[in-house]
C-alpha cells in the first residue's frame, strides 16, 4: 500500500513539475497590474477586448455569458448584441469554434483556456506579458516576448500598440558576451497612445482576473459580515459570562 502511495505521489510531481516550472516563467521584472476588479466599467471594457481580440483562440469553457454579463453591470440584451458573435446562447459558456488540432497545426499547440489564467499565473504576469512583445522577425507570427521567449502566439493587440521594437544591450553569459533583449519601444502607429494601451492591458487583466474568481466579491463581503456577526457575538457571550460569574467572584 506505502509502495504504491509514493508512486502516485512521485507520478503526481512527474506531471505538475512542467506546470510549476512554466508558471515560474523566466526572470523578468514583473510590472504591477494594478488591478481593482470591483471597477465594473474597467471590467466591462476588459470582456470587449477579451471577445474582440482573444476568444478567436483563447476560450473559457468553465465561464457562461450570462454570469459574466450580471456580475460586471452589462444589460443580458447589449450583451447578447455587442459581445456574443456566434450566435451561442446567452447561458452557454464562453467558447469558440477552433479544434485543438487546428490549433495545434497553425500555433505548434492549442491555446490554453483562459479561465483560470490569473489564477496560475497571477495577474502581474499577464499584464507584463501583454506589454512585453516586439518585433522578431525571425519568428513564425514576426514577434518575440521578453517575458516568454519563442513564444507562438501572435501579438493579437498590435493594431492597439503599433509593433514595439527591441530595446538591447550586451550581458556576459556563460562567459561570453551575447546580446539579450532588455524592454521594448512602441513604434507610435498603433491607434492607442502609450497611456491608453496600458490601460485597455490593465482593463483586460482586470476581467481575466475577475473571471478567475468570480464570487470573490462576494466572499469578502460576506466574510466581513461573518467577521462582524463573531465579534457582536463575542461581546454578547463575554458580557453574559461576566453576569453569570458575578456572584461567584
Known sequence: M?????????ALSVNL????????GPSVPLMEAGNDISDQPSLQRGAKLFMNYCLGCHQMQYQRYER??????????????????????????????????????????????????????????????????????SRPFGVNNTLFPSVGMPHVLQELQGLPTPITEEVEQHGETVIK?????????????????????RDLTNFLEYVGEPTR?????????????????????FMLKKEYWRDVH
Request: hydrophobic share 45%; net charge negative.
Open 17 to 24: 513539475l512542467p506546470n510549476m516550472v512554466m508558471a515560474a
Open 217 to 237: 466579491l462576494e466572499s469578502e463581503a460576506l466574510g466581513i459580515k461573518v467577521i462582524g456577526f463573531l465579534v457582536i457575538l463575542f461581546i454578547l457571550a
Open 2 to 10: 506505502m509502495k504504491k502511495l509514493i508512486i502516485g505521489i512521485f
Open 68 to 137: 459574466t454579463f450580471r456580475d460586471i453591470g452589462i444589460p443580458t440584451e447589449l450583451g447578447k448584441e455587442q459581445l456574443i458573435f456566434d450566435g451561442s446562447k446567452v447561458g452557454g459558456h464562453i467558447l469558440n469554434a477552433i479544434t485543438k488540432d487546428d490549433a495545434a497545426k497553425w500555433f505548434g499547440a492549442a491555446p490554453p483556456d483562459l479561465t483560470n489564467v490569473a489564477r496560475v499565473r497571477g495577474s502581474d504576469w499577464i499584464y507584463t506579458y501583454l506589454k512585453s512583445f516586439y518585433k522578431d522577425e
Open 181 to 201: 533583449v532588455v524592454g521594448t519601444e512602441t513604434d507610435g502607429k498603433g491607434e492607442l497612445s502609450v497611456d491608453e494601451y496600458d490601460q485597455a492591458v
